[in-house]
């Protein structure tokens, strides 16, 4: 049996909490009972990339039932102790007492190559895009780039750099050789030479930055709409810190205005309101930061942006019920955007 399947029961799991979390909480004294949810199971027979949310319920010192939501993030064959050890050192830089939210880490588990930690409680930016909420929409837009401004300016050395892989576009996983290998085998190559010539740009651009410029940001690496969580009435949280490491600020917002654009588009079917919306979030930022928005910093944030739109593009062409229809109209953006014939 392949072992992460013990995090699916709840027997296991409530051992596995009594040793590992309910020392962390000297306020309770026992927990009662586990519900489970995977919001991601792909486990095969001995591999698996799961994200399982579990509902605890502890008994506190009355005799009352509280009920506190844990996730866990494990992949057999990469570790997530950088998870861990970079909600740790957001922790430990006050960036929750900066006004945003963030989940606190627990444990990490060798055993399951997994990190623990409470979850933040609220619905994502996504759920209020495909309802429409405008107000709600807007002010937590708005709220992603105070958001988003405090993390760069975090203070960061060489050992914030939580996934070395993630900081270059040459690097980031699944890396352009895996790309070019999947696309040749569903596709028999027909889009390679495109994408060649989009990487080999995408690539030489970040290359110019990283040349000039040594003092690098903490960035979160995969800022989009599903991980700002609106935590309450005017206030936000951020999630999935498995790409937390240290590169070019612009990454984030290029990714960021394109997934809005991408999602609000798709979802909403308003393409003048993503623009307003973008503008908004950029706005928002160069406030916070007292950056001014040059020609240089609009070169890098739309290299991200062109970046971020292709690997929607890969995702689109290789994901199991492929969408090859929306995924070439992707690609003639980027190439357009690119000036690419």
């Known amino acids: ?40 199971k792909m486990v095969w027979t001995e591999t698996y990339h799961v994200v399982i949310s579990f509902d605890v319920y502890f008994l506190n010192l009355r005799g009352k039932e509280i009920k506190i939501p844990i996730v866990c993030s494990a992949h057999s064959s990469e570790e ?33 190559h997994g990190t623990f930690y409470r979850a933040i409680n609220g619905e994502n930016l996504l759920h209020f895009i495909e309802s429409k909420e405008t107000r709600v929409v807007e002010n937590m837009v ?13 203070p960061a050395g060489f050992e914030a750099n939580f996934n070395p892989l993630n900081a270059r576009i040459e690097t980031v996983i699944p ?32 290359e110019k930055f990283f040349k000039a410029h040594d ?21 936000v949280g951020l999630i999935d810190f498995t790409d937390l490491c240290l590169g070019d600020f612009a990454r984030d917002l290029g990714t960021f205005i ?20 973008k503008k908004l979030f950029l706005d928002s930022y160069l406030e916070a930061t007292g950056i001014t928005m040059t020609s240089d910093l609009q070169e890098r944030i739309e290299l991200y942006y062109n970046f971020t739109a292709i690997r929607t593009t890969v995702f689109l062409f290789l994901k199991f019920e492929n969408d090859s229809r929306n995924g070439k109209l992707l690609l003639e953006k980027v190439k357009a955007n690119l000036n690419l014939k």
């Open 215 to 235: 003092k690098l940001s903490l960035i979160h690496g995969d800022a989009h709409p599903e991980n700002i969580i609106r935590t309450g009435e005017g206030r």
């Open 1 to 40: 049996m392949n072992k992460i399947l013990h995090l699916f029961d709840e027997a296991y799991v409530i051992e596995l909490f009594k040793k590992e979390v309910l020392p962390l909480y000297p306020t309770f004294s026992d927990i009662i009972r586990v519900t489970i949810k995977p919001y991601k």
């Open 142 to 154: 708005f709220l992603a780039g105070k958001l988003l401004a405090k993390l760069h300016q975090i």
């Open 175 to 206: 890396g352009v050789s895996h790309i070019f290998k999947e696309m040749e085998a569903r596709y028999k190559g027909l889009y390679n030479e495109d994408l060649k010539r989009i990487y080999d740009y995408f690539i030489a651009t970040e």
């Open 258 to 277: 394109q997934q809005l654009e991408y999602k609000v588009t798709i979802k909403a079917g308003d393409t003048t309101w993503a623009e307003k919306l």
């Open 80 to 112: 997530r102790k950088n998870v861990f050890e970079a909600l740790k050192y957001l922790r430990a830089n006050n960036f929750k007492k900066s006004g945003f939210d963030l989940p606190r880490p627990l444990f990490y588990s060798e055993y399951f």
